[in-house]
C-alpha cells in the first residue's frame, strides 16, 4: 500500500477513579489529550449513565476529548455536552 502516512504517537489505555468512589472504565491518552470511556450493560443510556464522564471532563477540562458511553443499544445520541452515547458493537 502507497500513500502518506500518518503520524502516530503510542496510546496508552489507562482507568480513572476518584478518591470519592468516580471512575470511568477506560480512559486512553495519546498526544496530551484523554478520552474517556464507560460501558454500561443497557439498551437505554440515560443522563444518569454519564455522571463519572461528566466529572471526568470536569477535572481535565480541555485535555479531554469528548467522552464514549458504550451500551448495548442501537441508538447514538448525544447525552450531554461532550458525551456520546454509542452502541459497543459500532465501535469494536
Given at each position: ?31 496530551g489529550r484523554v ?35 458504550l451500551h448495548t ?20
Amino acid at each position: 500500500m502507497h500513500g502518506a502516512r500518518g503520524r502516530t504517537e503510542p496510546a496508552e489505555v489507562l482507568y480513572w477513579r476518584t478518591a470519592s468512589g468516580e471512575d470511568v472504565d477506560f480512559v486512553i491518552e495519546t498526544g496530551g489529550r484523554v478520552v474517556p470511556i464507560e460501558i454500561k450493560t443497557t439498551a437505554r443510556p440515560r443522563q444518569s449513565d454519564a455522571k463519572h464522564l461528566r466529572a471526568f471532563r470536569e477535572e481535565y477540562g480541555r485535555r479531554s476529548r469528548n467522552a464514549l458511553l458504550l451500551h448495548t443499544g442501537d441508538r447514538v445520541e448525544w447525552l450531554a455536552p461532550g458525551i456520546l452515547a454509542v452502541p459497543w458493537c459500532r465501535v469494536i
